[in-house]
């Protein structure tokens, strides 16, 4: 009898790690309206500086807006913030990195994903500022929405194409949000795939750590 109750206990506990819960987050709305204008933006845009790369924490409200800004949907749900060929969804999908784990964008429903409740920044890069970043946005090809484009040159170089419109995005939004960012293309793939659990195909373009000023 107790060796059955302790088997049914050891599976009981193998149910409970394996069907873990992750908590995906609905975002608020994003600011649309206010901040700067488009020339006083341009005119300031700057890169975040390694050496004192600001920590300061980024609200939910504040990545919300940024995350729309980088690809999200606009003119009622019937177009994006970034340019894309053929007509096509979005073919470059964001992860945000945070302390409290991995998360994906979902863009129509403008909500995160939950992938991982692990902290990853030590993973992710072996740049030390990019670590110490309360957030950090990772670009990632979505072969799902590439079609016949998948894998061939053209389509890499679109994805290309629209990773550098949607971090120029976000790096707009963040400035008007007095958020500093840093567009990079070091990391650590093989560790960024692993985490991210991306598919076979789908490959990690660029990063952009963001912290308030």
């Known amino acids: 009898m107790r060796r059955m109750i302790l088997v049914l206990l050891s599976v009981v506990m193998v149910i409970a790690m394996v069907s873990v819960a992750y908590a995906d987050v609905k975002l608020p709305e994003p600011q649309k309206e206010g901040g700067d204008a488009i020339f006083a933006l341009l005119e300031k845009r700057a890169s975040g ?26 003119r009622g749900g019937k177009g994006w913030t970034v340019p894309l060929a053929g007509g096509k969804e979005p073919y470059v999908k964001v992860y945000a990195v945070k302390r409290d784990g991995v998360f994906l964008y979902e863009r129509k ?85 692993r985490e991210l659990k991306l598919s076979g195909e789908d490959t990690p373009l660029c990063i952009l750590p963001l912290g308030k000023r």
């Open 49 to 74: 500086t390694r050496g004192d790369f600001p920590k300061g924490e980024i609200s939910i409200e504040e990545l919300s807006s940024i995350l729309w800004a980088a690809t999200g949907a606009n």
């Open 109 to 193: 429903g403008h909500s995160l994903k939950e992938i991982s409740n692990k902290n990853v920044f030590a993973d992710i890069t072996g740049d030390g500022f990019v670590r110490d970043a309360p957030v950090v946005l990772i670009f990632v090809t979505d072969t799902s929405n590439m079609g016949s484009m998948s894998g061939m040159n053209a389509g890499n170089a679109l994805a290309h194409t629209a990773a550098g419109a949607m971090s120029q995005n976000a790096y707009l939004a963040a400035d008007s949000l007095g958020i500093s960012a840093r567009y990079m293309v070091s990391m650590k793939t093989d560790a960024v795939k």
